[in-house]
């Protein structure tokens, strides 16, 4: 594999993660997804590699990134124990329905969702409607959103931060309070995608499932580092600057795996 590729990917995934409570996947799946369809992996199967260690790799920067918002006293800890379990249960779901939905599907509605959350990232503002709903209401939401986080390798910070945002959380403690539910999240999804993956014939070498070791490493080396630098960036820049920048990203990294399908 692409020793500074990996490297370049976990120090961008590690900054979003501290930055923006995003956990990272969402920049390190289509990164290495091409990766490995580059050693001749089907797009099939190196979606499915690159969910699973994108959520490997998000249990890693998620307790930098916590640490770090802790210190600042910007987690709602009350809050995370309401959207924990709920998340932690959707995401148990969603990785064992990765396993059974064809790697083709998977690939084209990553991409799909790549395109909304940079139309979303790009076009909204933040800014309260409403407020957070009851804490039955508010599980419910939160099982959903550990669902797609699974399904589409991510923490769950591109859904749970303008979610909370929205329902009128300080973009702050929606930043930092997302970091945190990301942990429960990428660690079930984890667990699902190593025991899916274990027969699967084809498997890249050094790989636990659909888990792959040596890119995991190669990520988790740098996200460590930056990943307190981002969460420290998050309480000095412009939130909207960010927003906007990251959907610019989003969506290059979308088109670039579009051409894969033609």
Not at 171 to 195: D, E, H, N
Request: glycine share 12%; net charge positive.
């Amino acid at each position: 594999m692409d020793l500074p590729m990996l490297l370049v990917s976990g120090a961008i995934a590690g900054t979003l993660a501290g930055l923006l409570g995003i956990g990272g996947g969402i920049i390190i799946v289509p990164i290495v997804t091409l990766l490995f369809e580059t050693q001749g992996l089907a797009h099939g199967l190196a979606i499915k590699m690159a969910l699973g260690t994108s959520l490997a790799t998000i249990i890693v920067t998620a307790i930098s990134s916590i640490y770090t918002h802790h210190r600042k006293g910007a987690v709602d800890w009350h809050l995370f124990k309401v959207m924990a379990p709920g998340a932690l249960a959707g995401s148990l779901i969603g990785a064992g329905l990765a396993d059974v939905i064809p790697g083709e599907v998977l690939y084209a509605a990553f991409i799909l969702f790549m395109y909304l959350v940079s139309a979303q990232m790009a076009m909204s503002r933040v800014s309260a409607h409403r407020t957070l709903p009851g804490n039955l209401a508010l599980s419910g939401v939160s099982a959903g959103f550990g669902l797609i986080s699974a399904l589409m390798g991510i923490g769950g910070g591109s859904l749970n931060v303008p979610y909370l945002s929205f329902c009128g959380v300080p973009i702050k403690r929606s930043i930092a309070t997302a970091a945190a539910i990301g942990l429960p999240i990428a660690f079930s999804a984890t667990i699902g995608y190593i025991v899916g993956g274990l027969n699967e014939p084809g498997l890249p070498p050094v790989s636990v499932g659909y888990v792959n070791l040596p890119v995991f490493g190669g990520v988790v080396a740098a996200s460590l580092l930056f990943a307190p630098l981002g969460a420290t960036l998050a309480h000095k820049l412009p939130d909207q600057l960010l927003r906007r920048l990251f959907a610019v990203f989003l969506f290059v990294l979308a088109s670039r795996m579009s051409l894969n399908l033609l």
